[in-house]
């Protein structure tokens, strides 16, 4: 049972998580899970992963509210890709509540750092910022979108660190568009991967509710911080650089469980 240290430590947690979501559009999940591991003492690591989903969901909409104000959500891409990921999504949770929660950590981090690699070696890349979805990129957008979401659903995360970059790949715009229009589909995987952990009874619903309220506060810090640093490839290379912490991290606790 969780009590009310642990409760003040998952707002805490929710802050930090609103704040990654609404500052690169990602790392949600990739903060929320071990947070709720590894600080707010959740010992369950499928518990972890599918209130992390709700909690992030919702946070990741709140953050799309406060791109949107700021001009930088791409709806009708940011539409598609969420379509068809939903999809990959579903596909993936129900594969992933079938593998060792720790196993599924370490797994988690190992794509983490892949994901980090290939966005550092776009950094120089700004991108277009009258970048559209249309007919010619439409199955490009579509079969990324699909990718994303199997991966977000089995490993349990709102994905944010792999629609960025599969937005940025798939359609070519500016990093703080992506960002932005990532929280469109971040919000949909997320729910679809809640609904089926949920099902299954494993969401801690109150907990759920004090990472949103936490997120509420850190998704607005986080959207005015990515405006002012959107230009020379900065929120790239920060991006990049919070993929390793928490990957690193990851990795040292989840393998000294699985060796």
């Not at 929660?101 to 550092?120: C, P, S």
């Not at 949920?198 to 990515?226: D, E, H, Q, T």
């Not at 640093?229 to 990957?247: D, E, K």
């Amino acid at each position: 049972m969780l009590d009310t240290l642990h409760y003040a430590l998952g707002v805490f947690s929710g802050a930090l998580v609103g704040f990654s979501l609404g500052l690169v559009g990602g790392g949600g999940s990739i903060l929320a899970v071990p947070l709720m591991v590894y600080v707010v003492g959740v010992k369950n690591p499928h518990v972890a992963i599918g209130t992390s989903a709700l909690a992030v969901a919702l946070n990741a909409a709140l953050g799309l509210f406060n791109h949107a104000r700021h001009r930088s959500v791409n709806w009708r891409c940011g539409i598609m890709y969420a379509v068809s990921g939903v999809i990959g999504a579903y596909v993936g949770s129900s594969a992933g509540k079938a593998v060792d929660g720790q196993r599924l950590l370490f797994l988690f981090a190992i794509v983490m750092i892949i994901v980090g690699v290939l966005m550092l070696r776009r950094r120089k890349n700004v991108g277009d910022r009258d970048a559209r979805c249309q007919r010619t990129n439409a199955p490009k957008v579509l079969g990324y979108g699909l990718g994303t979401g199997m991966f977000s659903g089995f490993f349990g995360i709102g994905g944010g660190f792999l629609i960025v970059p599969g937005l940025v790949a798939s359609t070519n715009m500016v990093m703080i568009n992506a960002v932005g229009t990532s929280l469109i589909a971040v919000t949909a995987f997320g729910l679809t991967t809640a609904l089926n952990y949920a099902w299954s009874g494993l969401v801690n619903w109150p907990l759920a509710a004090v990472f949103i309220g936490g997120g509420l506060i850190g998704s607005m810090l986080g959207a005015k911080f990515a405006k002012r640093l959107s230009g020379a490839g900065h929120l790239t290379t920060i991006f990049a650089a919070m993929i390793f912490a928490v990957a690193a991290f990851m990795l040292w606790k989840s393998a000294s469980v699985i060796f």
